[in-house]
């Protein structure tokens, strides 16, 4: 593992994925943990923190059992009676197609951008409004003041004279899906 800085971004280089992956904070490691154990069957923490492992996260063991008691999980018996973690019923991450947790927090977790003046509200699948708000604070963008963010709204607090159209732009540099 090799550390970097760009754009005054500290990163870390895996040689094994030969990929950049930015550091990563609890809100993100969250959401992945909640995506792997809706999408897969995870019986342990050595499997789930194997798993986040590959997803660039690196957490100790204690770590792992906080995040999973704070995220309400339990475990319950599937199908063939072998117990895997399970989230709450409100709580849901199903995949519909194989992408990594990493890709899916960029990419799926938008649903709509609306703005109201100098307002721009995001709403994001649930879980989801944390991460990409702390994407779009840690970005230079002196047109957007601020934002706040529930479980699956943000809310952007924006520069009288900043268009729509500006502010959907910087957006898209964040999340690829809004046009």
């Given amino acids: 593992m090799v550390l970097h800085i760009i754009h005054n971004k500290c990163v870390i280089l895996h040689p094994e994925q030969n990929k ?3 550091m990563k904070k609890k809100a993100n490691r969250l959401n992945a943990i909640k995506i792997m154990i809706s999408s897969r069957e995870i019986g342990s923490q050595e499997e789930l923190s194997q798993a986040l492992h590959k997803e660039g996260f690196e957490v100790t063991q204690a770590t792992l059992s906080r995040d999973l008691k704070q995220l309400k ?4 018996a599937n199908a063939n009676g072998k117990y895997v ?3 709450p019923n409100d709580i849901m991450y199903k995949r519909s197609n194989e ?3 990493s890709e899916m927090l ?10 109201s003046k100098n307002i721009a509200v995001i709403r994001t699948r649930p879980g989801y409004a944390s991460s990409m708000a702390y994407d779009i604070d840690n970005r230079e963008f002196p047109a957007i003041l601020g934002t706040i963010a529930g479980d699956d709204t943000i809310m952007l607090v924006l520069q009288e004279t900043v268009t ?14 809004i046009k």
């Fill in 73 to 76: 999980v339990a475990k319950a």
């Fill in 106 to 115: 960029m990419n799926n977790g938008f649903i709509s951008l609306n703005f």
């Fill in 164 to 177: 729509h159209e500006e502010v959907r732009t910087f957006l898209s540099q964040i999340i690829p899906n």
């Fill in 85 to 87: 973690y399970v989230l």
């Fill in 99 to 101: 992408q990594s947790p």
């Fill in 20 to 22: 950049y992956t930015s």
